[in-house]
């Protein structure tokens, strides 16, 4: 694909919205090509996103440079403990790699590459867990192997799927800023899944960040996002209510969750580094 000015932000970096908004039709694609997605529906089951992660590279990339995006995919066993257990969930992991030639990063030659040999410019990973759709709470997850899906084979993930406890961990440094705000998901949020879209969880991490730099007296634009990690426990649906809660310290790492309404606990978490520029 061609990137364009919405891409890549004012240093010219590929957003990691960009990076989402490529690799859920890639997603798509190989589970089209590799399974018969009719009948998995069929028989009731289906897969939503439960830990998305993106880390951007340094380099400036061009408004009208080719953009390449590769995905793997694999069937896992998302637990760590393996098949045959209570505790064992099945799922997949999409892992993306982004390549683009390098551009200038100077506004008047935007579309200029300063090299012929594309460099990687963003990695990404989804995990999607596999339920049931219709299955009565406990009793969603998947954890035993389809027979629509038997043919792809399980494999065991480096890590076990990330928890959100250990995301929300603190890390040993001085809390800067601290804050929440609230909000509603309205129709446009969601997506044919009928619930939230995981981008716009995304686009709130990465504005509540935002938010508490400026509280932390912080030059906003001279702070970028590195690194993203995502832990999704609950889905919103339109007309949901919502408490965005977030810290920031000192080290660059922020800590944000997305709470249902009145509820302690956060149904998404993240976990945001930042750099200087």
Same mark, same amino acid.
């Given at each position: ?176 800023? !601290? +804050? $929440? #705000?609230?909000? *509603?998901? =309205?129709?446009?949020?969601? @997506?044919?899944?009928? /619930? ?41 649906? !339109? +007309? $949901? #209510?919502?408490? *965005?809660? =977030?810290?920031?310290?000192? @080290?660059?790492?922020? /800590? ?22």
């Amino acid at each position: 694909m061609r990137l364009n000015i919405p891409d890549l932000d004012q240093g010219f970096r590929l957003k990691t919205q960009t990076m989402l908004a490529i690799a859920v039709p890639l997603m798509y694609e190989q589970f089209t090509e590799h399974i018969d997605v009719a009948a998995l529906r069929a028989a009731g089951y289906g897969s939503v996103v439960t830990s998305a992660e993106f880390s951007r590279g340094p380099q400036p990339l061009a408004v009208g440079g080719e953009l390449d995006a590769r995905v793997e995919t694999r069937q896992v066993e998302l637990s760590g403990k393996g098949l045959g257990q209570r505790s064992s969930r099945i799922g997949f992991e999409c892992r993306y790699t982004f390549a683009a030639r390098p551009g200038t990063g100077d506004p008047s030659r935007y579309r200029e590459t300063v090299a012929g040999t594309p460099v990687v410019c963003g990695q990404a990973r989804l995990l999607l867990t596999l339920i049931r759709r219709d299955g009565a709470p406990g009793r969603r997850v998947v954890n035993d192997v389809l027979p629509e899906t038997r043919h792809l084979g399980v494999h065991q993930l480096d890590d076990p799927h990330p928890a959100a406890a250990a995301l929300a961990q603190p890390p040993e440094a001085t809390t800067v800023a !601290a +804050g $929440d #705000r609230d909000g *509603v998901f =309205g129709l446009s949020h969601t @997506d044919t899944n009928q /619930v939230v879209f995981t981008g716009e969880h995304l686009s709130l991490l990465e504005g509540q960040l935002a938010w508490l730099l400026a509280e932390a007296g912080r030059e906003v634009a001279a702070w970028s996002v590195e690194r993203v990690a995502m832990v999704f426990r609950e889905p919103f649906r !339109a +007309g $949901d #209510r919502f408490r *965005v809660r =977030g810290r920031l310290w000192d @080290d660059g790492t922020a /800590v944000i969750g997305v709470h249902p309404d009145g509820a302690d606990q956060p149904a998404v978490v993240g976990r945001l580094t930042l750099a200087k520029r």
